[in-house]
């Protein structure tokens, strides 16, 4: 079964300030990676995701993550972080991209960005 | 692109009574559909994976005769609340993904969820 973990459940960074949140895996064979970000009485919107290619995948909003096979892990960044950032990330796992596969969330990093 | 909708946003109920929750695709086709429950300050919980023209499955522990689940087009999904109680109170998600080899078809979008709080 897969699992997904964020270590951190709040991350505070200033504005203008680089951002990371973590996040690490565990998946037989082939992850496939997602972010999303949650904003309060809101559904989810998808940030990025890591199907196959390259490690350091690009999102919206500035947002970019890198896959790191070796230490499972696929680490939200930003290099400069906005008030408007402060939301809630998920990072969520799913061993393969059928119509019917099930993502797994990790248990969520509420980020706040102070000016 | 990739929008999924959901109506309605909120609902108050009388314990008791049923609420029905419909999900849509606006601009792709979803052969499946996925319902979740998200309670307060915590990660979503997967309810079901809604299939169209067949039946629902359910994960463990989720009663499916209380959450009842129908995916009548590759557009729309309904979730019905039957018989709720206070304990039904919460959020309710729903995603969908493209159909196979389309350009959505990796990723669950999501609705903007549906606040349940029955009285």
């Known amino acids: 079964a897969q699992s997904v973990a964020q270590p951190e459940d709040q991350v505070n960074v200033a504005e203008g300030n680089p951002l990371t949140v973590k996040c690490t895996y565990s998946v037989s064979g082939n992850p496939y990676l997602f972010w999303y970000v949650q904003y309060p009485n809101r559904g989810l919107q998808f940030l990025l995701k890591?199907?196959?290619?390259?490690?350091l995948v690009k999102g919206s909003y500035g947002f970019e993550a890198e896959f790191n096979k070796s230490q499972t892990s696929f680490h939200l960044k930003k290099p400069s972080a906005l008030v408007s950032d402060s939301a809630l990330y998920f990072c969520a796992v799913s061993p393969y991209t059928g119509t019917a596969s099930k993502l797994t969330f990790g248990t969520g990093t509420r980020l706040q960005v102070t000016l | 692109g990739a929008v999924v909708s959901q109506h309605p946003s909120w609902v108050i109920c009388k314990s008791g009574t049923s609420v029905k929750i419909e999900c849509r695709s606006l601009?792709?086709?979803?052969?499946?559909m996925f319902w979740y429950r998200q309670f307060p300050k915590q990660s979503l919980m997967l309810m079901a994976t809604s299939n169209e023209g067949s039946k629902a499955t359910y994960e463990q522990g989720v009663e499916k005769d209380k959450f009842l689940i129908n995916h009548a087009s590759l557009t729309l999904s309904t979730l019905t609340v039957t018989s709720a109680h206070p304990e039904d109170s919460s959020f309710y998600i729903c995603?969908?993904?493209?159909?196979?080899?389309?350009?959505?078809?990796?990723?669950?979008?999501f609705g903007p969820g549906t606040r349940l709080t029955v009285l």
């Open positions: 890591y199907i196959t290619g390259d490690n």
């Open positions: 995603s969908a993904r493209d159909l196979p080899g389309l350009v959505y078809a990796d990723t669950q979008y």
């Open positions: 601009d792709f086709q979803a052969t499946t």
